[in-house]
Nanobody, 114 residues
Framework: QVQLVESGGGSVQPGGSLRLSCATSGIILSFYAMGWYRQAPGKQRELVAG???????EYTDSVKGRFTISRDNTKNMVYLQMNSLRPEDTAVYYC????????WGQGTQVTVSS
């Protein structure tokens, strides 16, 4: 069974940084484009960063220049480095393939506040 386990979230002040990790199992990660998604209260889940099988990355405009997605296929891991965090980045962050076809994990909470 495919499992997606996010970790690394927490509470930070504006301008702070976090590194999120996604541990995958049950798949050969190199076969998939992957993404990080987030969902804030009252909003739809949105794709914020994607990385294809060749390592090409794309970002939604609101995080461009601040977030970096990466992958380590040997370790079955996907990462999201988040810098210069803003209060509007507050959300639960999830990983999945892009487009998402597997069940969502529990996500990891990121809270940015003073």
């Amino acid at each position: 069974q495919v499992q997606l386990v996010e970790s690394g979230g927490g509470s930070v002040q504006p301008g702070g940084s976090l590194r999120l990790s996604c541990a995958t199992s049950g798949i050969i990660l190199s076969f998939y484009a992957m993404g990080w998604y987030r969902q804030a209260p009252g909003k739809q889940r949105e794709l914020v960063a994607g990385i294809n099988r060749g390592g090409f990355t794309e970002y939604t405009d609101s995080v461009k220049g601040r977030f970096t997605i990466s992958r380590d296929n040997t370790k079955n891991m996907v990462y999201l480095q988040m810098n210069s965090l803003r209060p509007e980045d507050t959300a639960v962050y999830y990983c999945n393939c892009d487009p998402p076809i597997y069940s969502w994990g529990q996500g990891t909470q990121v809270t940015v506040s003073s």
